[in-house]
């Protein structure tokens, strides 16, 4: 049982506009602003696409864009492209060293 | 350049034990904390554990589901992560990830080795 709830899949169409909800618990979620999101492609290793709730490393598109209200952090990807198609993992920082991440979520681009 | 490069994974038996090594280039990795992150077939991400870096001693966190059987370690002088296994299960059965930490989020990944737990 993961230890952060997100939806299975979501999907949209070129071009629209997608959000990838991330429910955790006043102990991770809500208790830090150390929110990460990893982007994978199928046979390839996870890729760091946002850290610290909204911040996005160097490589990663403006498109996507991050959040957080309580204990639900949330994931906008803008303009979809085909290239967004994958699997998308939210993970929070849980305290003591400890780290937790979602269930992970397909993305599909129709 | 940064790079994660995970070896030792195979095929192995229920309940023997397997030792996984992670070499890190590009970067000092006594400064980092670094983790084990291991997913399933077909399944999501699990954090294993983390091992913090020399300025904080070293010491290391395991999660619960693998507490007591796995155990992560370092060689600074080498560049290597050890994640010690034992006491396998079918379980255990998934591709394991190497990864930097920085702050609180992992900015780099290795490509993975896969473990098999079976007999």
């Known amino acids: 049982q993961p230890a952060l709830t997100q939806p299975a899949s979501v999907s949209g169409s070129p071009g629209q506009s997608i959000t990838i909800s991330c429910t955790g618990t006043s102990y991770d979620i809500g208790n830090y602003n150390f929110v990460s999101w990893y982007q994978q492609h199928p046979g390839k290793a996870p890729k760091l696409i946002i850290y610290?709730?909204?911040q996005r490393p160097s490589g990663t598109s403006d498109r996507l864009s991050g959040s957080k209200s309580g204990n639900t952090a949330s994931l906008t990807i803008s303009g979809l492209q085909s290239e967004d198609e994958a699997h998308y993992y939210c993970c929070s920082y849980a305290g003591g060293g400890f780290s937790v991440f979602g269930g992970g979520t397909k993305l599909t681009v129709l | 350049e940064v790079q994660l490069e995970e070896s030792g994974g195979g095929l192995v038996q229920p309940g023997r034990s397997l030792r996984l090594s992670c070499s890190a280039s590009?970067?000092?990795?006594?400064?980092?904390?670094m983790s084990w992150v291991r997913q399933a077939p077909g399944k999501g991400l699990e954090w294993v554990g983390l091992i913090r870096g020399k300025k904080y001693g070293g010491t290391t966190e395991h999660a619960g589901s693998v507490g007591g059987r796995f155990a992560i370690s370092r060689d600074d002088s080498r560049g290597i992560v050890f994640l010690q296994m034992t006491s396998l299960t079918t379980e255990d059965t998934a591709v394991y990830y190497c990864?930097?930490?920085?702050?609180?989020?992992?900015?780099?990944w290795g490509q993975g080795t896969l473990v098999t737990v079976s007999s």
């Open positions: 610290d709730v909204n």
């Open positions: 590009g970067f000092n990795v006594e400064y980092y904390a």
């Open positions: 990864l930097r930490k920085t702050r609180e989020f992992f900015d780099y």
